[in-house]
């Protein structure tokens, strides 16, 4: 049999009823838009990560966005992120006109490196005089909860907002915080392959101002005013479907119980994987928990990379880079003018990291398999 990336069918087994019968509610109710699985997840999910208000949207991009829109980012603003993510943290960032500033990540989390953080935001201070610091968006990537203690003050001291990208992380926690607590701002994305997925696009925003929640609400219908068809602002149509948040629902139920075969799961890979030369485990520092929205290992160089890839591959083992190529170095960035040798430490990991399997159902044997793979 073989051994998928991520095991959608298995988790979909455990919860098949649940999740036919929340589906079956919404088709008997019929409120497709705005049902009451709206409101019920949005509480649910502001109450588990503990925060006063979560906002339920259409992808986790479109959380980003309503939520630069609701901090009032426009032209002529910088915001400062990490050029190793997905493309949809500074797309949304250059949307709106505004323009991404680029800061290297740490070797050993692949997060924001809060040292070269404080030299961009001097830097744009004084270099970059036609530019407002604005703001700084903090990814949590590969499910790993960024350097907060460091980057808040840093954000908040020089008057930025910080905006934390938990996209790949709803349900990790930094030193016993639920990481959508964190900063002014959390956006969360329901994407299937996401630690907590639905069965199509969705996203969250989580947010504990008031004034802050009154505009994504806003934002997220066309900019409604009081009355429906008064329109304050531009908006969107960003809602979350209610058949999504009614899958969402039955998913949660299990979600706590997935986290934990996931801490098993990844603490089994890096033993197994100790016995490799020149392979790289990931690790997450004292007091922090991941939800391994992927398991990223760092070879030796990219010709190691390569080999143990295509081992895998003939074993018919599916393995993924993310990423290959840091966002300074793409097309649609271009125009901000960065080159190759910018971000050496995001550069040197795009080169040699790659993605074992990784899901809540992955076996203690399928996993000795991909090893020993990995080892002939
Ligand atoms: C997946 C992802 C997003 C975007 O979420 P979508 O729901 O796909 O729009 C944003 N940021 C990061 C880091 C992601 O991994």
Redesign the pocket.
């Known amino acids: 049999m073989s051994i998928p990336f991520i095991d959608l069918k298995t988790q979909y087994r455990q919860i098949e009823n649940r999740i036919k019968d929340n589906i079956e509610t919404v088709l008997e109710h019929g409120a497709y838009v705005m049902g009451p699985e709206i409101g019920e997840l949005e509480t649910r999910l502001a109450e588990y990560t503990g925060v006063s208000r979560a906002v339920s949207c259409s ?4 959380a ?1 966005l309503m939520s630069l829109m609701a901090l009032g980012v426009g032209p002529g603003d910088a915001v400062f992120t990490t050029p190793f ?2 493309i ?2 500074a797309e949304v960032v250059a949307l709106l006109g505004a323009t991404p500033i680029f800061v290297d990540v740490d070797p050993v989390t692949y997060n924001l490196d809060a040292d070269d953080l404080r030299r961009k935001i001097r830097h744009v201070k004084e270099n970059r005089k036609e530019l407002t610091p604005k703001g700084v968006i903090a ?1 949590d ?1 590969f499910g790993q909860p960024a350097d907060y203690d460091a980057i808040e003050p840093l954000a908040h001291n020089s008057g930025l907002f910080l905006l934390v ?1 938990a ?2 992380s709803f349900g990790a926690t930094y030193k016993g915080r639920s990481v959508c607590s964190l900063g002014d701002l959390a956006c969360t ?3 299937p392959a ?1 630690p907590l997925g639905c069965y199509g ?3 969250m925003v989580f947010v504990n101002n008031e004034e802050l929640h009154k505009l994504l609400v806003s934002i997220r219908v066309h900019g409604m005013g009081s009355h429906k068809y008064d329109n304050d602002r531009l908006g969107l149509t960003a809602r979350l479907d209610s058949i999504q948040a009614a899958v969402l629902l039955a998913k949660f139920e299990i979600f706590p119980d997935e986290i934990a075969k996931r801490q098993e799961v990844a603490n089994r890979y890096a033993e197994l994987l100790s016995r490799v030369d020149g392979l790289t485990p990931p690790s997450v520092p004292e007091g922090n928990v991941s939800v391994w ?1 992927q398991y990223c290992v760092l070879a030796r160089d990219s010709e190691q990379r390569a080999e143990v890839m295509a081992k895998l591959s003939e074993a018919s083992i599916p393995t993924g880079i993310y990423y290959p190529k840091p966002l300074h170095l793409q097309k649609t960035f271009a125009s901000l003018g960065y080159k190759e040798g910018d971000f050496p430490v995001s550069e040197d990991v795009a080169s040699r990291i790659f993605a074992l399997p990784m899901h809540p159902y992955l076996t203690a044997e399928d996993q000795e398999t991909i090893v020993k793979v990995i080892e002939g």
């Not at 992808?59 to 479109?62: A, I, L, Q």
């Open positions: 992808s986790g991009t479109d980003l993510t997905f949809a943290t990814v990537i990208d996209a790949q994305s329901f994407f996401k696009d969705g996203g929205a």
